[in-house]
């Protein structure tokens, strides 16, 4: 089984870290360190929406678009983030209006 690595608020992060997730809750400055430190090591990193929005978002797309490792964007639950609507921008990319 590979490493998880969860990053985000300690609420959220309480849930996926029972279910075996290393658990980091960084400063809003250091988000983009931790987030770097995942990538290189992780099979699975985990985001608050809140901790995705800290990040710059074409540094984010481009590694969601690698596929390794597996990058999820999660709610959060003190921060009242939501994951951005993926289906709006498939569309959107699309020409789709719906």
Do not use: K
Not at 14 to 24: H, S, T
Not at 77 to 82: I, M, P
């Amino acid at each position: 089984m590979g490493t998880t690595i969860f990053i985000g608020d300690e609420v959220t992060g309480a849930g996926f870290a029972l279910a075996g997730a290393e658990l980091r809750a960084p400063e809003a400055a250091a988000t983009l360190a931790a987030f770097d430190e995942a990538t290189a090591g992780a099979d699975l990193v985990l985001l608050t929406a809140a901790a995705a929005a800290r990040l710059p978002e074409a540094g984010l797309a481009a590694r969601i678009a690698r596929g390794r490792p597996l990058i999820a964007v999660v709610p959060d639950l003190v921060g009242g983030a939501a994951p951005p609507d993926l289906g709006a921008r498939v569309y959107a990319a699309l020409g789709v209006e719906t």
